[in-house]
């Protein structure tokens, strides 16, 4: 039986009066991947940090590396990185690359000669060796991320726990992020994560479940999905069950419809926006027409958050013309402000007001008053499912109800147009799906028109067209089926393989000049110019058992990975 | 302490002085802020009470009330302001603060003189600050009694008799360390005792509530680093800073505000740093209990400034404070510091003399780091 790295038992952490661990127990084996998941507010952070050593806790075992806790945390600090949850939190932005590894070095004793060859591998692993010299603050969240895991990684830790490393990072960059991984699980590093992509969860060797505080599942996630089914689906039907839902998915009775205004919702005309001699937007074109959910996609720092805020009248572009609902530059911006609305990437609520005072502000700000008022309230209220906790602080509310009355607010004043900046980051696949029924509903029903930036690229098969873009270009434009034609008609079918040990397979048919990836469990190859006999030989050889499941279907982010190779320049 | 602890320590020093020379804000924060204190207060904070603003009401308007008025107006003490109509306007400026002092000759001033008879004079004080009011009071007394004086030696003079002596006792007065008695130079040392309490004290609070608002500091926590090779470490480049102020407040105080310095420049510095030591560990203190920039930032504010401009001896000396006043000032460091400040800008003291107060300094600050230490927790809640 293999040795326990981790072993944790009863335990129990309160915060004042919240209970937010309820007595779980827990095992992880040294060598694995350990997957904790489950829906905001689960108790997942407080878990991570417990065992990281870096946080008290109430009642229970807990045993890391052979030591117990409380007493023996210092002693297995030497052993164990951690990175806490949001990106770039573990660094410090003043340094450069190269500084914060040497100083995670320092902290851990790494002689230079050691600590130089590791950075060489690690940086060159991720991609990041070119930036070496560069402050952290001026790296992308992905490239932030990446670098916190160099840094973690530098001392060779026998303990890696991961609070939900890849959220806000782009789907390239997380493909990095795993290769990395498990390069070090390999030479028998221990990883226990959280993450809120389902994808992620199924690579896990086993994954705990949580909600409430409690862990109702723990094991093999395919102990979890049975044949044919995946994480996600089963993450709704277990939140369903243990968390109901009583949101209501309705539409405001006096929402107009916008069916008959003429003309595109948004016209983008060779935007470009410069910072000193950054160009961020390079001639980016485009038109979204009415009653459209159209995606903007790319990886961290391509532009996106620049392109929205130039839209909503944020940034001045440096160059090209803007038309919104037919009003253009030449229109007074607080006119073009009555027609759309806006949600950034932070949260647009204030912490310290309640419910009610929240949508108060924004109803004041767009001159809303009387039975108007009361009315949008109340449908706010329903579909936030927060009705009868209006007195309650923001900071009060979970993630999810939050972000869902963050939209009700930016909707208070009826616009025509609605700029979405990454809304669902970080939020669980449950409340992401509440999300976009709302969006979904508004969308088919009053013909509003919404722009959406989003790394959860399950969520681009919600919208109707996509745009992909890179280093501030436009890279690719179409529905989602047309992209992903395109990527079939150069790239061949997908096609599914189960293969063990997968690692090794993976190195194989890579070696062969292939493309593939692992997704979950199995391996995921590109069909075009790839000779099956060849290459199941070649497994064989190497004693290598290899399955081929047949076609697969295609996904955004196969699309995304796809243009976003093809259009990268250094 | 062994290699790997040094090397630790060296680590964190580096990382934080690479992080303050890198942020401008901050630097602006360490050096620009006291010096600007330094300066407003500086000229700003006097407790001489001169160029008085005063309104005469002249009612007599002959030579001698002239004579009278002159005089007085002469001195840098008071400044003539207003010359006014009746008493109505008088105290109408009073009220508005345009004159702290209105004197009223009334008619016949001259006449009654002449005719050896008292003739009074009228002024009236503003007294909202009791001190001043008391001073102006005190000012507008010694000219009268010189001014009598005269009066009655041309009287004198007049009959014949020069050789009689009016003031058969003479004072001499000779004040000691401030011959002059300029404000200023007891002022402007003791801003040292304020500004190097209040600004260490910012600087190392913000030092580490800064990794705890960013989240940098799950790094240090979940690292094998111990408590007080952070806190050394963290703290060593604010020394470093704070010095440099040290210098340069000290200069500023010869140089710009010509504040005589007599005694060892090295007694002032050892006192100085040892100071810093133990006012960095208040900031130490504080940063155990806030978790925020702005929070951090405040409660420094209010623990440092407080101490050291009441109870340090800036303003009036402790032994005047009351009884609980004289307490509280002997349980914060600023006091003593504040007698090393005097010892030797203007008393030309020795370690003889001031031993205890370095002593009591550095007791502070090894009591204020080991309470720094204990609270400081690798770990939260």
């Known amino acids: 039986m293999a040795t326990l790295a981790v072993e944790v038992t009863g335990l129990k952490k309160a915060y004042r009066k919240a209970e937010a661990v309820k007595g779980i127990s827990l095992t992880v084996e040294e060598g694995e991947i350990f997957g904790l998941i489950g829906p905001d507010g689960a108790g997942k952070s407080s878990v991570m940090k417990i065992l990281a050593g870096v946080l008290s806790y109430d009642q229970g075992k807990v045993k890391v590396l052979g030591r117990e806790y409380p007493k023996g945390a210092e002693g297995v600090k030497k052993d164990l990185a951690f990175m806490p949850q949001g990106i770039g939190l573990n660094l410090y932005m003043d340094l450069s690359v190269r500084e914060n590894i040497e100083f995670f070095a320092h902290l851990r004793s790494i002689p230079p000669s050691t600590r130089d060859k590791r950075a060489r591998r690690l940086l060159e692993a991720t991609g990041l060796a070119p930036f070496e010299e560069r402050l952290v603050r001026h790296l992308s969240g992905g490239m932030q991320q990446k670098l916190g895991l160099c840094c973690a990684l530098i001392s060779h830790p026998r303990l890696l726990i991961l609070d939900e490393p890849t959220t806000g990072v782009d789907p390239l960059s997380r493909r990095e992020f795993w290769d990395l991984l498990f390069d070090f699980v390999e030479e028998g590093m221990t990883v226990i994560m959280s993450t809120s992509y389902m994808d992620e969860a199924e690579r896990c060797h086993r994954i705990a479940f949580m909600i409430d505080g409690t862990i109702i599942f723990q094991g093999d996630p395919q102990g979890l999905t049975g044949p044919g089914d995946h994480l996600e689906q089963v993450f709704f039907r277990i939140l369903e069950r243990e968390r109901p839902q009583t949101f209501h998915l309705i539409l405001p009775a006096t929402l107009p419809s916008q069916r008959g205004n003429k003309g595109p919702a948004v016209v983008v005309e060779n935007l470009s926006k410069w910072f000193d001699s950054f160009k961020a937007v390079d001639s980016l074109s485009f038109t979204i027409e009415k009653g459209e959910i159209f995606g903007l996609l790319g990886p961290n720092g391509a532009g996106k958050t620049t392109a929205i805020k130039s839209m909503v009248g944020l940034l001045e572009p440096t160059e090209g013309e803007i038309t919104i609902a037919g009003l253009n530059r030449k229109t007074r911006l607080s006119t073009i402000k009555h027609h759309i609305g806006y949600m950034s990437q932070k949260f647009s609520l204030y912490r310290d007001l309640t419910v009610s005072e929240n949508m108060e502000l924004y109803a004041t700000l767009y001159g809303l008053t009387g039975g108007e008022l009361r009315e949008r309230r109340a449908w706010v209220l329903k579909i936030a499912d927060l009705a009868g906790q209006e007195k309650m602080l923001v900071r009060d509310i979970p993630l999810g109800v939050k972000q869902r009355l963050a939209l009700g607010c930016s909707l208070l004043h009826f616009p025509q147009v609605l700029f979405l900046d990454e809304p669902t980051s970080g939020v669980d696949p449950q409340v992401r799906k509440h999300f976009w029924e709302i969006i979904t509903l508004l969308s088919q029903e009053r013909d509003l028109t919404f722009l959406v930036t989003t790394h959860h690229l399950v969520e681009a098969e919600y919208c109707c067209r996509l745009a992909l873009m890179n280093q501030g270009r436009l890279v690719a434009l179409g529905s989602p089926q047309e992209l992903r034609e395109r990527v079939i008609a150069e790239k061949g079918e997908m096609l599914e393989l189960l293969a063990s040990p997968q690692r090794e397979a993976l190195k194989i048919i890579k070696s062969m000049g292939y493309q593939v990836y692992p997704l979950g469990r199995s391996l995921r190859l590109w069909s075009k110019g790839v000779s099956l006999d060849r290459m199941k030989e070649r497994l064989a050889r190497r004693g290598v058992a290899v399955e081929i499941k047949g076609e697969a279907q295609v996904s955004m982010e196969d699309v995304f990975i796809h243009f976003m190779e093809q259009n990268t320049h250094v | ?381």
């Open chain 2, 1 to 381: 302490m062994s290699k790997e602890s040094l090397n630790r320590i060296r680590a964190v020093s580096s990382k934080e002085l690479k992080e303050i020379l890198r942020s401008p804000l901050f630097l602006l924060l360490a050096h620009f802020v006291p010096i600007a204190l330094f300066l407003v207060f500086g000229f700003g904070l006097s407790l001489d009470v001169e160029n008085i603003p005063t309104a005469l009401l002249d009612m007599d308007r002959t030579q001698a009330s002239r004579e009278l008025i002159n005089g007085l107006v002469k001195t840098k003490y008071f400044r003539l302001q207003e010359e006014g109509t009746d008493n109505h306007q008088l105290i109408n400026l009073l009220k508005r603060g345009k004159i702290r002092l209105a004197i009223i000759i009334p008619p016949q001033f001259r006449k009654r003189l002449y005719q050896d008879r008292a003739s009074p004079i009228q002024v009236l004080i503003d007294g909202t600050y009791p001190y001043r009011g008391l001073v102006i009071k005190n000012y507008v007394a010694a000219y009268l009694t010189s001014f009598n004086l005269k009066l009655t030696r041309d009287w004198l003079n007049r009959r014949g008799m020069t050789s009689l002596n009016l003031q058969p006792i003479e004072l001499e007065t000779r004040f000691l360390y401030n011959p002059s008695l300029v404000s200023s130079y007891a002022l402007v040392p003791g801003l040292l005792v304020v500004i190097l309490m209040m600004n260490p004290a910012i600087m190392a609070a913000l030092a580490i509530v800064k990794e705890k608002d960013y989240g940098t500091i799950y790094t240090i926590y979940s690292s094998p680093i111990t408590r007080w090779e952070f806190l050394l470490g963290k703290v060593i480049p604010y020394y470093g800073l704070n010095f440099i102020n040290v210098l340069v407040l000290f200069l500023l105080s010869i140089i710009l505000f010509q504040v005589p310095f007599k005694g060892s420049l090295a007694l002032l510095l050892l006192g100085s740093v040892i100071y810093i030591f133990t006012t960095t560990g208040m900031g130490l203190v504080v940063s155990a209990f806030t978790r925020s920039m702005v929070a951090a930032q405040i409660v420094t504010i209010i623990i440092t400034i407080i101490p050291s401009f009441l109870y340090s001896g800036l303003l009036m000396p402790v032994s005047n404070l009351g009884r609980a006043g004289e307490i509280e000032a002997h349980l914060f460091p600023a006091m003593y510091y504040m007698k090393i400040v005097q010892g030797t800008y203007s008393k030309v003291i020795g370690l003889k003399e001031m031993g205890t107060n370095y002593l009591v300094v550095l007791a502070y600050g090894v009591a204020l780091f080991c309470l720094g230490l204990v609270l400081f927790k690798k770990r939260e809640g």
